[in-house]
Every structure is written in C-alpha cells, then in structure tokens.
C-alpha cells in the first residue's frame, strides 16, 4: 500500500469518527464517506459522501459539511499527527443516484423484451 492509499484510508476512516462522535450539528443526517481523493502533494482531500434522505437532506448535510471544514480538519490535525492536514472539500457522491438509474433503465429493457417476446 502505497502512502498516499494509507493516508486516504486513514483521513477516511478518521472523517468518519469524528462526524459520528464530536460534531454536534442536527442539520447533519446519516452521512455516510464514501471516498476520499487526496492531491499527491496532500493539500486537499476531496471527500464524497452519501446522506439517507431526501433532496433536502442531503443539501442541509452537504451545508452542515461545509460549515463543519475547519472542526474537522483540526481534529484530523490532532488524531492522525500529520505535519500537514490537507483542505477538506465535501462532495456528494452520486454514484449511487447513477447505479440506481442505471439498473431502472435495464429493468425497463428487460420488460420491454418479456412484453416483445409474448
């Protein structure tokens, strides 16, 4: 493992703690980090997460993320002791909303060719 690959997973796995146990903000649902991409020069984390919910939940947590940048990055500072914590910019990850079209669209293929067939 390569370190950039132990840095990310160990940001990632940080991330997540420090969401679940310090930040006490309500307008954060039920983030899940999905990923983090971090520049080789480790200055700034991209950090993709999903949110259970709707439209409005996940713009309220993408917000609360936002405004929650700076806590978080302190405590990474403090819990991985890294000469420099890299920016955190929080994105929404929409691979899922994709698969999940996607996998509608060939059930509606499917059916179409069971609907020809008959």
Do not use: W
Not at 96 to 111: A, L, P, R
Request: charged letters at 35%.
């Amino acid at each position: 493992m390569s370190r950039i690959e132990r840095v990310t997973s160990e940001i990632r796995q940080a991330i997540c703690d420090i969401i679940q146990k310090e930040i006490k903000d309500p307008h954060i649902g039920f983030v899940t980090i999905t990923e983090v991409r971090i520049t080789p020069d480790l200055q700034l984390a991209k950090v993709y997460f999903t949110v259970l919910g709707d439209e409005k939940q996940n713009k309220e947590s993408h917000e609360a993320l936002k405004r929650s940048a700076g806590f978080i990055r302190k405590q990474l500072a403090f819990k991985l002791n890294m000469r420099h914590t890299p920016a955190l910019d929080f994105r929404q990850d929409k691979s899922i909303d994709y698969n999940s079209n996607i996998d509608e669209i060939f059930k509606k293929i499917q059916e179409e060719r069971k609907d020809d067939v008959n």
